[in-house]
């Protein structure tokens, strides 16, 4: 059940829930154990979703997810995910915006110091994206750094708000907005497998919404630089729970940082977790974690070159090594590259590379645990690499040992025995054009050798 957290103290927060109640078929129920300020009393429900307001800002409601569940003496509810229909202050003009609570440092606002709450990356993903399909024109949308209270929910929960000032607060537009992104979230998972901590960078959040918008990661915990000075020194006892508490609430065991944060990356990595960056999150978009793993202990890490296929997506079975023919493959590239990493990424699940993941180097891993069927697996990527060639080359012979490419080819040697000066008169040659020498013309066979290659595989 989604818990749908109203404050009658933000007028944001009222004209959100007028549109809830607008959108939606609501019964109302009577919750007799708590007072009406304190979310009793009247209580909608939807499919899959309970309202309750409070006179608090949400900010100081610790332990608001208890709140919710029984209503009429009926049986009890409990919410998997909490969202608080929230307003947004401050000097960002139109504004859609979600980000998760607690506090990487002092409590000035709600919550315990250097306490999180439970995270909700999944939702908060899709929320994002309900956001931005809802937004009225003019308002844009994104995500928050980590910040303010409660710390203490009791359940999976996240802020989704309208902002940043009274005119926006008032506009039912963007209440309404809010509202249809806050229904799209019932019955929404609020974790998954694929959740990342983010380090660094601005309270509003662009990589992290960048992560959300273009890779199949979600985004948990984020601190903002300001969340790190408010952090201090990463290695203190206290700075040590509370990152590790970031990665526990958002369910991550993996962790972006933006800038130069030496201290914190091996604090990160001492504590078991993994630094990775913005390549990691897209290369490894639509790959299971498993695949992912079991090919970068066969090759290397993603960081160090490893990049994954097409035949990566979506498959989590056994991988074996296997030698790439290198030379090879750096002819293909210089012939049709495209053509090239089609033929090596349609038959291995990751290879490793050179040059920023553009250049195919001399392993990789494929879809088997039988050796035979990586050697026929390897012989049909030969074949594709030699069909390449061919693109170049008169004649091209796969053997055993070597891919045999041979062409004829102009020969400035035997245009210079010819008396053929070096310049304009060699370009024609080459071109197959014939020219004319002292009075003697010279066609282009006449200044033609045959050029064999041998490529070992």
């Not at 208890?66 to 504004?95: I, K, M, N, W, Y």
């Not at 509003?204 to 630089?225: N, Q």
């Not at 991988?319 to 002819?331: F, N």
Request: hydrophobic share 40%; proline share 5%; charged share 25%.
């Amino acid at each position: 059940m989604l818990a749908i957290v109203v404050s009658r103290a933000d007028s944001a927060s009222v004209h959100i829930a007028e549109q809830l109640l607008d959108r939606a078929s609501w019964t109302e129920h009577t919750d007799g154990t708590r007072s009406d300020a304190n979310g009793g009393d009247t209580v909608y429900r939807t499919d899959g979703a309970e309202l309750r307001a409070f006179d608090d800002l949400h900010l100081h409601l610790d332990g608001v997810a208890s709140a919710f569940g029984t209503v009429d003496g009926g049986p009890e509810h409990e919410p998997a995910l909490l969202a608080f229909a929230s307003r947004h202050a401050g000097e960002t003009g139109q504004l859609l915006t979600a980000h998760h609570t607690g506090n990487f440092g002092p409590a000035d606002h709600g919550g315990a110091d250097g306490e999180l709450a439970a995270a909700a990356p999944n939702a908060t993903a899709t929320v994002l994206t309900a956001l931005t399909d809802h937004a009225p024109d003019a308002y844009e949308t994104g995500l928050e750094c980590t910040h303010h209270g409660p710390t203490d929910v009791g359940c999976p929960s996240l802020f989704v708000e309208v902002g940043s000032s009274e005119p926006q607060w008032e506009d039912p537009a963007a209440a309404g907005a809010v509202a249809a992104a806050i229904l799209d979230l019932r019955d929404v998972p609020p974790a998954t497998d694929r959740a990342v901590v983010c380090f660094g960078g601005g309270h509003y959040a662009a990589r992290p919404e960048r992560v959300v918008h273009e890779t199949d990661w979600a985004v948990g915990h984020i601190a903002a630089d300001w969340c790190l000075d408010d952090l201090g020194d990463p290695d203190s006892p206290a700075a040590r729970e509370t990152l590790d508490a970031a990665f526990r609430e958002s369910g991550a065991t993996h962790a972006l940082v933006e800038g130069n944060h030496p201290d914190l990356v091996a604090v990160i990595e001492d504590l078991g977790y993994r630094a990775v960056g913005e390549t990691y999150l897209r290369e490894t978009t639509g790959v299971p974690q498993g695949t992912v793993e079991r090919a970068e202990t066969e090759l290397c890490r993603v960081e160090e070159g490893l990049r994954f296929g097409d035949r990566a997506i979506g498959y989590d079975g056994p991988l074996t090594a296997v030698d790439l023919p290198a030379g090879l493959v750096t002819e293909c590239e210089g012939i049709d590259s495209e053509r090239t990493r089609a033929a090596v990424d349609s038959r291995t699940v990751a290879v490793t590379t050179t040059e920023n993941g553009t250049r195919v180097d001399d392993r990789g891993v494929v879809p088997t645990d039988d050796q035979a069927a990586a050697a026929d697996t390897r012989a049909e990527l030969v074949d594709g690499l030699a069909a390449v060639l061919r693109e170049r080359y008169d004649g091209v012979s796969v053997h055993a040992d070597a891919v045999v490419a041979r062409r004829t080819a102009f020969d400035p040697e035997k245009a210079r025995t010819l008396g053929v000066p070096e310049g304009p008169a060699f370009g024609k040659l080459s071109a197959g054009e014939p020219v004319e020498v002292s009075g003697r013309t010279i066609d282009p066979e006449a200044v033609r050798s045959e050029e064999e290659l041998r490529f070992p595989v």
